[in-house]
């Protein structure tokens, strides 16, 4: 079936900006995870969703950051007014159910850059 | 807090070498870990997902040990191919819904 997928691929934006970044889990998977990657560095949790509800928002760095998932499938990623350190991948992952012994499948991710 | 580090952070090596690339994580209360694989541009690919009761994971070429107790894990990489060339990743995951990466292995295999 098909995988995680993300839109769009790429985002350029100028500072000040809001942006949007949308992720399809696998279908039937209740838990959606986000994270960012910068460059060089491994990836780093942003938020969990179960369901429609976000059970863990502890990696969001500010309050310029918010994600949705209003129907508990598709979620959205919201930046308000971009900075140039935002610069990065955005990577949404999904899993079952979020128990302790599943895997994470992960998407191809959304390089976001900000001039 | 838990971190994770990858050692070497590249790794340059000529067609054909057996390679173990390293991590390892401070707080060996986890439940598992994972290796990825991260070609330029894209996305992860899960390779290995060692449960916290296994020791050993393998899938064709690779094989991935854990050692939860010093808080080790290898991936082993046999028979090495131009087509490995990528980064690799290693998380580990504790229960707090969220995997710990590491920084990442560049690895480049010479035809």
């Known amino acids: 079936g098909a995988g995680v997928s993300q839109t769009p691929s790429n985002k350029v934006t100028e500072k000040g900006k809001y942006v949007e970044l949308r992720c399809d889990p696998i279908?039937?998977?209740?838990?959606l995870y986000w994270y960012r990657q910068s460059l060089g560095q491994g990836p780093e949790f942003l938020i969990y969703?179960?369901?429609?509800?976000?059970?863990?928002d502890s990696g969001l760095p500010n309050d310029r950051f918010f994600a949705v998932r209003p129907e508990g499938s598709v979620s959205t990623l919201k930046i308000q007014r971009t900075e140039r350190g935002d610069s990065a991948v955005y990577l949404c992952a999904s899993s079952l159910g979020g128990g302790n012994q599943e895997t994470q499948y992960f998407g191809p991710g959304t390089r976001l850059l900000v001039l | 807090k838990q971190e994770v580090t990858q050692i070497p952070a590249a790794l340059s090596v000529p067609e054909g070498e057996n390679l173990v690339l390293n991590c390892s994580f401070t707080d060996s209360a986890i439940y598992n870990l994972q290796w990825f694989r991260q070609d330029p541009g894209k996305g992860l690919t899960s390779l290995l997902l060692?449960?916290?009761?296994?020791r050993e994971q393998t899938s064709g070429r690779l094989n991935a040990s854990l050692d939860k107790s010093s808080g080790r894990s290898t991936l082993y990489i046999a028979a090495s191919q131009p087509g490995d060339s990528a980064t690799y990743l290693c998380a580990v995951y504790s229960g707090t819904y969220k995997y710990i990466f590491g920084t990442g292995t560049r690895l480049k295999v010479l035809a």
């Open positions: 279908s039937g998977h209740t838990a």
């Open positions: 060692i449960q916290s009761s296994q």
């Open positions: 969703f179960q369901g429609t509800g976000a059970a863990d």
